[in-house]
């Protein structure tokens, strides 16, 4: 059976966040993860999790100020990159939090980059923390320094790191034109966290082509968690039929 992982940063999103935890934990989510959990202390989010039995299983590295089109501090600053590795080290211990995604920026990463990445993961492996790189299609994020898994996989492949790990994204591998079975037959090795969302509009799985991607994941034996990064059509509980057949029932739960 794979692990299903609510995103708090989508789902359950008519809630102040505090709730969102429990409401996770009673639609049947042994595992959360959060886009950017740095505006509550750490050891709120941490107690949190405790609270309701829930595993953290992904956090983004601060990654700039998105409304004004920033996306990621990779290609930027080595001060600021510097403070936000620090700043996910520090969430990741508290929440013991085992992957964190660093968003790279707008722009070819350089070799600079990929030395700021390397030093990066090495620090995270210190902590038992995976780096995850994501690829962001180009029609909802132009310019972003992966356009598709390919760009992500090479530059892991420069970094050089055991502990750099792919995020494969079924949402953005459709949107940009690619096939996330084939990606992940192909790279499955070296994944470590996989995200799904319909295709035409960010919602729901309901597409066919998604619930391949579940079905063989799950067949597969891989062990990692599937984060559901999506926005509601409607109220998050009553869209979770899809989630249903991947053991995420109310008043049930999954091994986190």
């Not at 070819?108 to 492996?125: G, H, N, Y």
């Not at 319909?198 to 597969?220: C, H, I």
């Amino acid at each position: 059976m794979i692990r299903i992982a609510a995103n708090l940063s989508t789902l359950f999103a008519d809630l102040p966040i505090e709730a969102r935890f429990e409401a996770a934990a009673r639609a049947g989510f042994a595992a959360v993860e959060m886009q950017f959990p740095y505006a509550w202390p750490a050891r709120h989010i941490a107690a949190l999790l405790a609270a309701n039995g829930l595993t953290l299983a992904l956090i983004n590295a601060p990654a700039g100020d998105f409304a004004r089109g920033d996306r990621g501090l990779v290609l930027g600053d080595e001060d600021a990159f510097r403070r936000s590795i620090d700043q996910a080290i520090a969430y990741a211990q508290a929440t013991d939090c085992r992957r964190v995604h660093v968003l790279i920026g707008n722009g070819p990463p350089d070799a600079v980059a990929v030395r700021r990445l390397r030093e990066a993961a090495r620090r995270f492996s210190g902590h038992g923390v995976a780096l995850m790189l994501e690829a962001l299609n180009p029609l909802d994020q132009p310019g972003y320094a992966l356009p598709d898994l390919a760009a992500a996989d090479a530059l892991r492949i420069a970094i050089g790191e055991a502990n750099v790990r792919l995020q494969l994204d079924a949402y953005h591998l459709l949107r940009s034109g690619g096939d996330p079975l084939a990606a992940f037959d192909r790279l499955g090795g070296h994944v470590g966290h996989i995200q799904i969302a319909d295709p035409s509009d960010r919602g729901e799985p309901s597409e066919p082509v998604l619930f391949d991607v579940l079905d063989t994941v799950a067949a597969s034996g891989w062990d990692g968690f599937v984060g559901a990064e999506y926005n509601p059509r409607g109220k998050t509980a009553a869209g979770l039929g899809w989630a249903r057949r991947y053991g995420v029932v109310p008043g049930e739960r999954t091994d986190g």
